[in-house]
């Protein structure tokens, strides 16, 4: 009865590598996140979509892509990948009909390029 | 720029006795405050909530504290638990924005 789940848990990679991260929700919520929690434990949002569409993109590199197929995925497709993208991944959901603030949180998904 | 801070890095707390958790903004516009805690490897957890309307939210345990003209909220474990060892962060949000603003968290240590 996993509420949001990401997968893989777990991501080692080689620098110029292209890789996805998956996210699905099972809340029936309306509203999905990305956030990255970098090394220095700064949990900052990346995109948001609402009913599949982008609704934020704070300033992110056009390398990541995100991409909402139905309301409950949102997949995180980042090309090119680069060591500065290490980091933890986290997805999160919402509903707009109840609160839009509050956030439910996937497991993370660690990234490691070396 | 932090909008959202939590000055204490960590926290050590004796079973039984009070936690108190504090986290400061400085934009005015953020009009919900929400706290989660999060446990390694784990994402975080959504824990209590507080409209700016109100000054206080109770669930159980837990209590958080608004004080809106300081702009300063709190959150009150009372009696702590070992179960409540974990990082807990501090979020805001403005109405309207759809994204929360993350503090960088503090961890709280119960020992018996």
């Known amino acids: 009865d996993t509420a949001v789940s990401q997968t893989p848990k777990y991501l080692v990679t080689q620098m110029g590598n292209d890789k996805s991260i998956k996210c699905e929700q099972n809340?029936?919520?309306?509203?999905m996140y990305w956030y990255k929690q970098d090394s220095k434990k700064f949990l900052k949002i990346m995109f948001s979509?609402?009913?599949?569409?982008?609704?934020i993109n704070e300033t992110v590199p056009n390398r990541f892509s995100p991409k909402s197929p139905d309301k409950a995925h949102l997949n995180l497709h980042i090309n090119s990948l680069e060591l500065g993208d290490s980091a933890v991944y986290f997805c999160?959901?919402?509903?707009?009909?109840?609160?839009?603030?509050?956030?439910?949180f996937g497991p993370g998904t660690r990234l490691t390029v070396l | 720029d932090q909008q959202v801070k939590q000055n204490s890095p960590s926290l050590s707390v004796q079973e039984g006795r009070i936690s108190i958790l504090n986290c400061d903004y400085t934009?005015?516009?953020?009009?919900?405050f929400l706290w989660y805690k999060k446990y390694p490897a784990e994402g975080p957890t959504f824990l209590i909530s507080i409209s700016s309307i109100k000054d206080k939210n109770e669930d159980g345990r837990f209590t958080v504290f608004l004080n809106k003209s300081a702009k300063h909220l709190s959150l009150h474990i009372v009696p702590s638990q070992p179960g409540d060892s974990a990082v807990y962060f501090c979020a805001a949000s403005a109405y309207g924005t759809d994204k929360l603003i993350f503090g960088t968290g503090t961890r709280l240590q119960v020992f018996p």
């Open positions: 809340l029936g919520h309306d509203t």
């Open positions: 979509y609402n009913n599949k569409e982008l609704i």
């Open positions: 999160a959901s919402s509903s707009r009909e109840t609160s839009t603030d509050t956030q439910y």
């Open positions: 934009n005015s516009m953020f009009d919900y």
